[in-house]
């Protein structure tokens, strides 16, 4: 009766698993071998505190997971010991916090990962990691918005310096 209730645990493993890899934004996978246990502390906290949640994982169960969640090209970066970073609201903050991690620590490598349903090799997560931030490029787009209006208020002012200045 033990091997039913093991099976059992283990498929609900696999459920929360493939719900996790669905409702992420971005997931990233990676090879944490060779961290001590305070550097993964210290990658843990970072990616918590970015609302990030980092589990170690069996790769037998999460190849189980990718099939359900329909994510099977995921499969071939499962080898090793792996550690998967599920977001699932910010897209860039994942790769940003791994792929900064893994610069300083050598010892991590990113193998790949799923962003928005998509799975991605190494390349793109580091192409995503190199983005800024969400708020950067918000405020990027706010000084894009903004510079006709400041263009024109600077034009209308010389104008009027150059009417007053005649006069």
Known sequence: MANAKVIEAKQQEVQVIAEKLRGSVTTVVADYRGLNVSQVTELRKQLREAGIEFQVLKNTLVRR????????ELDQVLSGPTAIAFSPED??????????FAKKNDALEIKGG??????????????LAELPSREGLLSM???????????????????????????
Do not use: Y
Request: charged fraction near 25%; aromatic fraction near 2%.
């Open 65 to 72: 997971a990718t099939a359900e969640a329909e994510l099977s």
């Open 114 to 127: 799923v962003v928005e349903g998509r799975v991605v090799d190494v390349a793109q997560i580091k192409a």
């Open 141 to 167: 787009l706010l000084s894009v918005l903004q510079a006709p209006v400041r263009n024109f208020a600077l034009a209308v002012k010389a104008v009027a310096e150059k009417q007053e200045a005649e006069a």
């Open 91 to 100: 897209a860039v903050a994942p790769a940003k916090i791994l792929n900064d």
